[in-house]
């Protein structure tokens, strides 16, 4: 079966500073990989996707992802925090030959100190 | 346009108790899915609908959870007998076509089993 493991329930960083949310899958044939943000008191919605083509893949809001097939990892990359990017951060994986389920990691709560 | 809705937000029942949760999809959107988020816990799938295809039910923890969906329109998501573990929020997501597509979430409905 699937797992996606997010290292780091909570993550705190200052104002300014990187964001790095880390992703780990588990899989032998490469997934299709997403990223969903749930900002406080909202629904679940996309930040970025991998299917195919490019590894480094741009999203919403100055966040990007690369996948590393060689580290089955996909983590979530922002250079510089603001305040609006508290909320948890969900890591998805979708197999490309099992039919149509996703599977979702624990999550990660961002906090950021202004 | 109107995204994926889902009632009652709320629900609390006592134990035993049968609960039918609704869901709304995006119109046109030809897939569906469940999830369930247990409290500080990640996404669980549940069900999968396609269009008229079979559901995939693989994800249902037990016989006492059903789920049914007419067509491309709305979904109901019944708990039979419930108990105190199945105290959750219960997430509706459609997307527009088959495969990997962007899973568009509805608010989610909090269950709480007395």
């Known amino acids: ?114 | 346009g109107a995204g994926v809705s889902q009632s009652p937000s709320n629900k609390v029942t006592e134990k035993g108790k049968d609960v039918e949760l609704r869901c709304d999809p995006i119109s046109g959107h030809t897939a569906l899915y469940w999830y369930r988020q247990r409290l500080g816990q990640g996404l669980e799938f549940l069900i999968y609908f396609q269009g008229n295809s079979a559901p995939d039910k693989s994800g249902l923890p037990s016989d006492r959870f059903s789920a049914e969906r007419t067509g491309e329109s709305v979904s109901t998501l019944t708990i039979q007998r419930t108990q105190q573990e199945d105290s959750a929020v219960y997430l509706c997501a459609s997307s527009a076509k088959v495969g990997r597509d962007t899973q568009y979430f509805g608010p989610g409905t909090r269950l709480t089993v007395l």
Not at chain 1, 25 to 35: A, C, D, E, I, T
């Open chain 1, 1 to 114: 079966a699937q797992s996606v493991t997010q290292l780091g329930s909570h993550v705190s960083v200052s104002e300014g500073a990187l964001v790095l949310l880390r992703c780990n899958y588990s899989s032998s044939v490469p997934p299709y990989l997403f990223w969903y943000v749930q900002y406080p008191n909202q629904g679940l919605q996309l930040l970025l996707k991998y299917t195919t083509g490019a590894t480094l893949v741009k999203g919403i809001n100055g966040f990007e992802a690369e996948f590393k097939k060689s580290e089955t990892s996909f983590h979530l990359t922002k250079p510089s925090a603001h305040m609006s990017d508290a909320a948890e951060y969900f890591c998805a994986v979708s197999p490309t030959n099992t039919g149509n389920q996703f599977y979702f990691g624990t999550g990660t709560s961002l906090t950021v100190i202004p």
